[in-house]
């Protein structure tokens, strides 16, 4: 089964704590996202990668951090630094095909912070 | 320059009707728009997508009606179920750079 993997579903952090949200995609797609989604709101993007071992800030990469040491993982870290952290985040992933821009999503990762 | 507007914010259609739903752009180098359905709790995922080359773009109950000049681009639900109530975002972007500029999403309710 081809697919996007999050996890946990749901995750609990008091504040003050860093947390870090696992994406595993075995779609062998070379680009990888990460969005927050807070509640009747759009997607906004924190950041984004590209090729392993770079990754670029999105929109609101402030309180933040990722990495992408291999293809297939790109694990969102969410800091103390993050003001306002409760929300929706989702990871998605691509192929940098010329033209084919569908993104794939994860079911998300729903983090309160307590 | 790099936003997509859509509206409205939310739609109630009866059972059967035609459900619509606008966006607009202004970056008159998007060459891809996508639509994603988002059900409570899931992750978005592709519905239909169309370039510029095309006026409108079909795929069962579900149509892109694409006016180039305008610079917008609507969905129409034919038919509409209860089942199709969703979350719709319209996205953008171009070839050359792989982020969708995403809309802000319609809460779609199709009343049975």
């Known amino acids: 089964d081809g697919g996007i993997t999050q996890s946990p579903k749901y995750l609990f952090r008091k504040e003050g704590q860093n947390v870090t949200l696992s994406c595993e995609q075995n779609l062998n797609h070379d680009a990888m996202y990460w969005y927050r989604q807070d509640p009747g709101q759009g997607l906004r993007l924190i950041y984004y990668?590209?090729?392993?071992?770079?990754?670029q800030k999105g929109d609101i990469a402030e309180g933040y951090s990722v990495s992408r040491e291999k293809k297939e993982s790109f694990p969102l870290t969410v800091t103390s630094a993050q003001k306002n952290p409760t929300a929706f985040y989702l990871c998605?992933?691509?192929?940098?095909?010329?033209?084919?821009?569908?993104?794939?999503f994860g079911p998300g990762t729903r983090l309160t912070v307590l | 320059q790099q936003q997509v507007k859509q509206s409205p914010q939310s739609l109630i259609v009866q059972k059967g009707g035609i459900s619509i739903i606008n966006c607009a752009y202004e970056n008159t180098a998007f060459d891809y728009f996508p639509w994603y359905q988002q059900f409570p709790g899931k992750g978005p995922a592709l519905l239909i997508a169309i370039r510029p080359d095309v006026s409108e773009k079909k795929e069962g109950r579900f149509t892109i009606s694409f006016n180039k000049s305008a610079k917008q681009f609507s969905l129409h639900i034919m038919d509409s179920q209860p089942g199709d109530s969703a979350t719709y975002f319209c996205a953008a972007s171009t070839t050359s750079n792989y982020q969708l500029i995403w809309g802000a999403g319609t809460k779609l309710i199709i009343k049975p």
């Open positions: 990668s590209q090729i392993v071992n770079d990754f």
């Open positions: 998605a992933s691509s192929m940098l095909d010329r033209g084919l821009n569908e993104q794939f």
